[in-house]
């Protein structure tokens, strides 16, 4: 049996493009003729370069108070007795580890929160520029 070829359809580098274009440009993204033309030929994939995304802020805020009540109980676990039958550094260890993971969860939280302002923002973005391109295709197929 013979292998299938892994070289690239020209095709797949345009879409390539187009992902590089929507996910890491900050400005409103134009339209050009190379996307023109795929899409032309492949109108069905425009709603691929931009699918929902949402952030749930409720897991988000329940995340990031969880963090908080982390921080909390490792400050207690340090000014209380639980743990004196344990050596100090034992102590010390739980207590780090127990303090970093609450830190840990706030940080997941604020960052996730701060990537889904900025990916709502090209979702909007990459709207506008699907909105172009589809106006662009059908006047050019209605003026042939």
């Known amino acids: 049996m013979g292998k299938k070829p892994i070289f690239k359809k020209p095709e ?8 590089f274009k929507l996910l890491l440009n900050f400005s409103r993204p134009k339209v050009t003729e190379d ?6 030929a492949n109108p ?5 370069f931009s699918a929902p995304l949402s952030v749930h802020k409720l897991f988000l805020g329940l995340g990031f108070l969880l963090g908080i009540v982390i921080v909390a109980v490792s400050k207690i676990l340090k000014y209380s007795s639980l743990l004196a039958n344990f ?3 034992l102590r010390e260890f739980c207590f780090d580890i127990v303090f970093e993971i609450g830190v840990a969860l706030i940080g997941a939280a604020a960052t996730t929160y701060l990537l889904g302002i900025l990916l709502n923002q090209q979702q909007r973005d990459a709207k506008i520029w699907r909105a172009e391109l589809r106006r ?6 209605c003026h042939r």
């Open 44 to 48: 069905d994939e425009i709603d691929e």
């Open 35 to 40: 996307e023109v033309a795929y899409f032309r």
């Open 87 to 89: 050596s100090e550094g």
């Open 12 to 19: 797949s580098k345009i879409r390539e493009r187009l992902l």
């Open 136 to 141: 662009i295709i059908n006047q050019k197929d």
